[in-house]
């Protein structure tokens, strides 16, 4: 069965540090992955998305994620983290019709001033 | 342009009692999705529709909860009657129909919490 795996619940970093984020994924075909954030009192917003091509991807507010299909891995990063990413955020792949997508159960991310 | 909008935000009602959640999606999105997640585990798909039509309702939990999309425009996702189970943050998503690399926009959620 499809899954996503997202081992840390909890991630603490200071303000400046640099960040990554690990997710792993169980799919049998060609995977199309997402990265969305949650930040407190709003929806879900996309942060980038890997459909095929370069395996390095950047997406919106300085953040980028590489695809390691070795690994199964589509871990997101970011250089330096602003106390503002403060938020849950949240690894997918699509697994069905349309956009059906598989949820990892997020990781929380406090920023440390 | 508006982004998809769900309606109420929070919900708190006592067991037994029914709830109406509304979702009106982006315009022109005719691919619909509800999604929920119960406190402190994953975002769990219920179900998606393609315009008026259920695509796919394997997530959907059990009979107490009814989706419909009537015009192919908004949703509303019924759930009656609530359990405590049932409490969670229950999100809609929609996307375009015929674009294959295109990703869902989610709405805020709706927060029901039954008591």
């Known amino acids: 069965a499809q899954s996503v795996t997202q081992p840390d619940i909890h991630i603490t970093v200071s303000e400046g540090a640099s960040l990554e984020l690990r997710c792993n994924y169980s799919y049998g075909a060609t995977p199309y992955l997402f990265w969305y954030v949650q930040s407190p009192g709003q929806g879900l917003q996309l942060l980038l998305k890997y459909f095929s091509g370069d395996t390095l991807v950047q997406g919106i507010k300085g953040f980028e994620a590489e695809f390691k299909r070795s690994q199964s891995s589509f871990n997101l990063r970011k250089p330096s983290v602003h106390w503002s990413d403060a938020a849950e955020y949240f690894c997918?792949?699509?697994?069905?019709?349309?956009?059906?997508?598989?949820f990892g159960t997020g990781t929380q991310l406090k920023v440390e001033l | 342009e508006a982004g998809v909008t769900q309606f109420p935000s929070h919900s708190v009602i006592e067991k037994g009692q029914t709830v109406t959640l509304r979702c009106d999606p982006i315009s022109g999105h005719d691919n619909l999705y509800w999604y929920r997640r119960v406190m402190g585990k994953e975002i769990k798909f219920l179900l998606h529709?393609?315009?008026?039509?259920?695509?796919?309702e394997s997530g959907m939990p059990n009979n107490r909860f009814l989706a419909e999309r009537t015009g192919g425009t908004y949703s509303t996702l019924k759930v009656q009657p609530a359990e405590l189970e049932d409490s969670g943050v229950y999100f809609c998503?929609?996307?375009?129909?015929?674009?294959?690399?295109?990703?869902?926009?989610f709405g805020q959620g709706t927060r029901l919490t039954v008591v």
């Open positions: 997918a792949v699509r697994t069905g019709g349309g956009n059906k997508l598989t």
């Open positions: 998503a929609s996307s375009l129909l015929q674009v294959p690399n295109t990703e869902a926009f």
């Open positions: 529709f393609v315009k008026e039509s259920k695509q796919d």
